[in-house]
């Protein structure tokens, strides 16, 4: 027995030191982990259209301490990066926002309705209708009310994060 594996333990059998996994095992936990996504746009015309005018909505939130998390074909998120505390539990850094094409839709997740429910009643009515979930709006039509209402939810969430010294 080898810090308390038998021969029989998968590890031991590999030939893989159990210290050089668990150092491994420990590393890879540290890391941050950029979002699985795979890009969904080739198809779907309408569908990068709606993402662009988000992206440009979304991109006057980058300053201060708001940095772009992630650029890359359909997908796009702001992360407030500095830590915080909420519930007395520390967070290494914040989301935001955050955009993804999907098949026949564009996801716009927005996370600040996670530190405080009562923001969705602030919420426009006709953004509530594409709410699937806790947080994602699936957006489906380029329709400029509903883009309107989109950076009225941005803009609160925005102020929200202001009031409680994210900045």
Known sequence: MIFGYSRRHKWFKAGVSVLLYKSVHMAKANLKKPI?????SEGQPTMLLIFNALKKMLSQYVRGNFL?????????????????????????ELAFATILIQKGFVGFYFFPIYTNPK?????????????EGKNCFHIKKEDPRLMKEVAEALETGFAYYGSKGWK
Do not use: Q, T
């Open 36 to 40: 699985k996504y795979e890009d969904k």
């Open 68 to 92: 772009v998390r992630a650029d890359g074909a359909g997908n796009y998120s702001i992360y407030y990066n500095k830590e915080v505390i909420i519930a007395k539990r520390k967070f290494p």
């Open 119 to 131: 923001l969705i009643n602030e919420l426009p009515e006709r953004l509530l209708k594409c709410l």
